[in-house]
């Protein structure tokens, strides 16, 4: 056990690591001077502020191993420079855009998980009859749409053509929901402002397209896993064994089936993790959801380095905590992998 | 009183889009309170015919049977709930690799209880019951020679040796108290001394608790110490069946008695230094079978009529399918 946590922190430590010396030399790779992408101030500014003595620990003799030192302290003390453009803090403005992110990838993860799984199980169940084959199908089409494009054709249809649902955006401009944790729909409900109600059902109206986009893609990838990975634990040798002893197809299925078809699937779907977050950044981009997807794309069209760089730490960051610590849940919940402890019986 | 009764099994399976016997005709009467050795060289048939009795084949291969009764209810026609339960009071399977038929994310305690039938608990309350299952899995094990039950009942499959597991799978045919044990091959790969507890084990079963077994192996020597009554298969069809003792004296078949000639130790009257005999050749291939009988092309007395499949004939209790048995040239 203690090994276990052990090993997993050394590997995100030397991943981090890395993932930082990349994001440091991104300073050296960009066009520009590496101090001025990694404060996003201009030299003249810096000047001007080591000239009024503010010690800002600015050494541009020193060497890059003590700039580097320098970059992860500031790293650390929440001191990621200013945006070219806007001149607003980057830690402040990530910290506010990667919650959006994290609120619509969480959302489409639950939906296509509330929908994947069991469809899965059904198309496995029925194998090689009906509607195994219409929801293979249906998935395959639905594995094949671009998100860009599914997400433009849902604008299309629902807001455009019917006017039902609104078109972009997190939440009607006429609301004015103070900002605390950056989740929209927790925020509404922590705030104490007028008519609730009525504001979480236009939160709710927003999030409807963008996470339908994003989740019809990811339940069609859980549905085909699922599947492959029921199918599978259904051939294999102890299901036959268990019906063999004469226990119900529902016994077989509930004690035997679920749990050991789950275990190799949840792995591959903290695979899907970064997919997911790319399609969210897409489909942000779109409907100009606030988050960091759209915000990075907006800092790669004005060629905003600094900020560039932070937010690629901080999604990069995000991304690799995440899926090391799902995998890591499995690893030490996994009863195949415990230690083997032969004694003498 | 007659258990099982298999008529003309035939198990067709597509391969590739062919329909192939597998099964060809397979005969098997298994008596109450008997050990029925059933043996055949690997990939004979003998593991499909016992998945086939209780019902584990996939469901896209065809099964069929002029009868296959057990205990007088034909298993064919019944309703796949109700075999299910009659399988799981009245048969048992020791399966061939124990640690790929059980659960690897249940421990072995969990997987045994679940073999206990309700009626055997008497208790009325939850944690009575649990107490009570806990009880009969611990006398269980001890019924079959694990002396650390603890530390069995809370491991799971990965982490126990390979006999003491084989042992667990005993104790887990026997928890339901069933009629019939099949047990598909329980030494394989096993060396001597293990060999003999899981025999000892099994011919005690049999005798106290009056279970029948069939034991499906190709090791002649296990069987020859504990079964009374030998089927022979041969690729998928039935080639002779009788009295043990009978059919070491006086096999009828070809194949038969070159069986029991290949096994050194069944021959007293072997010279030193002498070659072993064996069939030429090797059992054919699935995509390859020969007509008629299907030992024809290996068989030193086979003829022309062979390409035909010959009838079961009987002498008193003693069956096989040959055209040229053995007994018919001593005349």
Not at chain 1, 84 to 101: D, R, T, V
Not at chain 1, 323 to 341: A, F, G, H, Y
Not at chain 2, 292 to 305: D, F, I, K, Q, T
């Amino acid at each position: 056990m203690l090994n276990i946590l052990l090993r997993y922190t050394n590997l995100i430590i030397i991943t981090l690591f890395i993932l930082s010396l990349l994001s440091f030399a991104l300073a050296y790779l960009f066009p520009g001077d590496p101090i001025e992408i990694m404060t996003g101030l201009k030299l003249e500014e810096l000047q001007k502020l080591q000239n009024q003595s503010v010690n800002i620990g600015y050494d541009p003799e020193g060497g890059v191993l003590s700039q580097y030192g320098h970059y992860m302290s500031e790293l650390f003390s929440g001191n990621w420079g200013v945006s070219f453009n806007s001149g607003q803090p980057l830690y402040e403005e990530i910290m506010q855009s990667l919650p959006a992110s994290i609120e619509l990838s969480a959302y489409a993860l639950t939906i296509s998980l509330i929908l994947g799984l069991p469809l899965g199980f059904i198309a496995a169940l029925r194998h090689h009859k009906l509607p195994d084959y219409t929801l293979l199908s249906f998935s395959v089409v639905g594995y094949s749409i671009p998100v860009f494009w599914l997400a433009l054709i849902l604008i299309l249809v629902f807001s455009l053509h019917f006017g039902w649902l609104p078109l972009s955006g997190r939440l009607s401009l006429i609301f004015d929901v103070p900002n605390k944790t950056g989740f929209i729909l927790i925020d509404i409900l922590m705030s104490d402002i007028d008519n609730k109600h009525a504001v979480l059902l236009d939160a709710l109206r927003h999030l409807i397209l963008p996470t339908l986009s994003i989740a019809i893609v990811t339940t069609t990838l859980i549905l085909r896993i699922t599947r492959r990975s029921v199918i599978e634990t259904l051939n294999s040798e102890f299901i036959q064994a268990a019906y063999a002893r004469g226990l119900t197809t529902r016994q077989v299925l509930v004690r035997h089936g679920i749990r050991n078809a789950l275990i190799p699937i949840l792995p591959l779907l903290a695979m899907q993790f970064p997919t997911l977050l790319t399609n969210a950044m897409i489909v942000e981009t779109i409907f100009s959801w606030p988050g960091i997807g759209s915000w990075l794309i907006q800092a790669i069209y004005q060629q905003d380095y600094s900020a560039i760089q932070a937010g690629m730490l901080a999604v990069s960051v995000f991304v690799v905590l995440f899926t090391m610590s799902i995998d890591m849940l499995l690893r030490l919940t996994d009863p195949k992998r415990k230690k083997v402890e032969r004694g003498t019986i | 009183m007659i258990l099982l009764d298999v008529k003309n099994l035939t198990l067709e399976m597509d391969i590739a889009g062919d329909w192939i016997k597998a099964l060809d005709k397979v005969n098997l009467v298994i008596n109450e309170g008997q050990i029925h050795a059933l043996v055949g060289e690997s990939g004979s048939g003998k593991s499909i015919i016992v998945k086939a009795i209780v019902g584990a084949l996939p469901s896209h291969w065809r099964i069929t049977a002029d009868r296959m009764t057990w205990r007088g209810q034909n298993l064919l026609t019944m309703s796949l709930k109700k075999r299910r339960q009659l399988i799981r009071n009245d048969i048992s399977v020791i399966f061939q690799n124990p640690i790929d038929s059980l659960d690897p994310l249940l421990t072995l305690g969990d997987q045994l209880k679940e073999m206990i039938p309700k009626t055997n608990l008497t208790k009325g309350w939850f944690w009575e019951r649990n107490k009570q299952k806990q009880d009969i899995a611990i006398s269980l094990l001890h019924k079959v020679g694990i002396k650390n039950h603890e530390l069995c009942l809370k491991s799971y499959p990965h982490q126990i040796a390979s006999n003491v597991i084989q042992k667990f799978m005993i104790a887990m045919a026997v928890a339901s108290e069933p009629k019939l044990i099949i047990a598909d091959n329980p030494t394989k790969g096993m060396e001597v001394t293990t060999k003999t507890q899981i025999l000892n084990l099994l011919s005690r079963i049999n005798q106290v608790r009056d279970m029948s077994i069939l034991f499906v192996s190709h090791d002649l020597l296990a069987i020859s110490s504990m079964a009374s009554y030998m089927t022979v298969l041969y690729c998928g069809q039935t080639v002779e069946s009788g009295d043990l003792r009978l059919l070491r004296k006086r096999a009828f078949h070809p194949y038969t008695k070159a069986l029991l000639d290949s096994a050194p130790s069944f021959r007293k009257d072997l010279p030193a230094k002498s070659a072993l005999t064996s069939l030429e050749g090797t059992i054919p291939t699935l995509h390859h079978l020969p007509t008629g009988c299907r030992l024809g092309p290996r068989c030193p007395r086979a003829r022309r009529e062979c390409v035909i499949m010959p009838v079961s004939r009987r002498v008193h209790n003693h069956y096989y399918s040959c055209h040229f048995p053995i007994h018919r040239d001593t005349k």
